[in-house]
DNA sequence: ATGAAAGCGCTAACAG
DNA sequence: CTGTTAGCGCTTTCAT
């Protein structure tokens, strides 16, 4: 007995005495129906503790009123956070959201995107670094990057990254730094907090000091290869711009072990600004990015293609060109 | 042309001159097929690019090979990461995650709870605090809860807490504690870390002391009410356990704006050991829960739960049993 | 070894 | 206002 199935619309309408397509109404507060009969279907439902089984009407080509949402891991709090936000935006328009850690494979993300597919879920919202997946070109659907330039035809929503490298940059140098370092996850033109970092120390007529250590570099090495970077730099560098709070933790235990008092003899800003980040380290300077609402615009522009392309079609029109990026600001952490 | 929508099964069927079902067949490769007609099909297929309708699939009473996972919010990094881990263990099954974050709302939850069976997913693993909702009682669905009693008729997986309640206070002792104090998050007879640390205390004779801040109490309240539990403790406290890091995280703080040396002249310690908060506070010495284990086991039993299901029909067998608690790893901080 | 046809549970014309 | 009738894309007897 605890086997039965699920009740159906059928068991609805029959228990009602009505047909299939007034119970269906009813549901769907469609078109003029009887009090009398809205109120015994109503019956009904609550007696057989009918659910509408979503998969059926999903199937009927409406919507799975789901968003795939794919993220490195959500294990690491900036890319929880963003997924929780992404969640708490969607809740209120009717959307779930079916989580995909790509755990920063290239072949995990591309069997994600057919499953995607698959599942026929509304839309993408598609977090992290910038990898290039030539899959992307070919989803025909509602797409969205966070912070991660894909193509000039996907919007991508992000914040202020340059401005942040500059905002860091000049904090250290405010606060006394002859000479500070970047500490990032990958050099070159597209990171734009380096380039934020580049553009002041040139300004001030600094030779800047670059060391990388890969994003998705496993736990067990990442605390020696970060070691390393740090005892490579130049003597004279006396702070470190890190791109991630994480990496900026690990800068500041390097700090401690060298004997190096953070901030008198040496400091330290880190960015992301995250809520588990700021709890654990409350001091810890740093870059916060606006979560929620680079989460809540990432939905907005989704939201858009979708009700565009129940339209008129093409979900890529330049009409959702990428947004402008949203503002950043500075935590300053009291002791350091 | 970009928005044609995506080939059907019969599109394959007719590319290949073949029938539906024979395509239906190849795709589960069941039922003996001349090899002929498998590579005509599968030269459709990638012809198309033609991707199975998973909805479709579903309707037909199979299975969604989806699971509902049920966290308060993957945003703290406890549930972020065991979101990823139980994604991770689901993955090599052939099943993704539709993430819930509870929000501590019970109503939320409820809702979720109602979206869930609606989707039609094949199981619920449902993480987060011993709130109790009744509803889930009614839940005819393979269910697993992690770290988290509802009943004793669904299998909880979880680690051994009073066993980590009871590490965390000895080490504490060990260290020259004299008199440790509990902040928790909420007291009673089910908090098993709770009554671990009360044990220790009792075999040595001491009064404990207990202070709590809820859960779910938000961000901007938080640090006031930890800081005020933390200066209502009797003046011979000389040490915390606190069950969970982030808010060792506080009292660290807290001990730094009152001037009490860590460890010197004040002991913390904290509960959880996730891999962000070791980045984070590499020294905060930590109960480690087993976060992988923990999500395979309830992978596990939530998957033998399924396949029982499929076959005899009640999936809330007592052979599900909840399974013995998962070891806990006291991590010691090197600095504190 | 392959095909025809009947649903899965629901929505949406089209009648009445 | 309400019921009849087709499908949505796929799986699965049952024929052939």
Redesign the pocket.
């Known amino acids: 007995m605890s086997a039965r199935?699920?009740p159906?619309?059928?068991d609805?309408a029959r228990v009602a005495?009505?047909?299939?397509?007034?119970v269906?109404?009813v549901?769907?507060n469609?078109?003029?129906?009887?009090q009398?009969?809205?109120d015994r279907v109503a019956e009904a439902i609550t007696e057989l503790n009918?659910r509408?089984?979503q998969?059926?009407?999903a199937?009927?080509?409406?919507s799975t009123h789901t968003i795939g949402v794919i993220v490195p891991t959500v294990a690491l709090p900036f890319f929880g956070e963003m997924a929780a936000e992404i969640e708490n935006a969607l809740t209120d328009h009717g959307y779930r959201i079916l989580v995909c850690n790509s755990m920063g494979r290239a072949e995990r993300e591309r069997e994600y995107l057919d499953l995607l597919v698959s599942h026929r879920v509304d839309g993408i919202i598609s977090g992290g670094h910038n990898e290039n997946l030539s899959e992307y070109g070919t989803v025909r659907m509602p797409l969205v990057t966070v912070d991660r330039l894909l193509s000039p035809r996907i919007p991508n929503v992000c914040c202020d990254n340059e401005k942040g490298g500059r905002l860091a940059t000049r904090h250290l140098r405010t606060r006394g730094a002859h000479r500070p370092a970047l500490l990032t996850s990958r050099s070159g033109p597209h990171n734009r907090r380096e380039a934020g970092y580049l553009a002041v120390l040139h300004d001030a007529g600094i030779e800047p000091v670059v060391r990388t250590v890969d994003f998705h570099t496993p736990d067990p090495e990442r605390a020696g290869l970060t070691e390393a970077a740090l005892d490579s730099m130049p003597a004279d560098v006396d702070a470190v711009f890190a791109t991630d709070d994480l990496t900026a933790a690990a800068v500041l235990e390097w700090a401690r072990a060298r004997g190096r008092r953070v901030p008198e003899d040496f400091k330290v800003v880190g960015f992301d600004g995250t809520s588990a980040v700021r709890r654990a380290l409350p001091n810890l300077t740093t870059i916060q990015q606006p979560i929620a609402d680079l989460a809540a615009q990432a939905v907005d522009v989704l939201l858009r293609q979708i009700s565009a392309s129940r339209e008129s079609g093409d979900p890529h029109s330049p009409e959702f060109a990428a947004p402008a990026p949203l503002p950043v600001k500075l935590l300053v952490g009291v002791t350091s």
């Open positions: 199935r699920e159906t619309l059928a609805v005495g009505v047909s299939l397509t007034t269906s109404r549901l769907n469609r078109g003029y129906l009887s009398e009969v809205k009918y509408p089984n998969v059926a009407r199937l009927h080509g409406k």
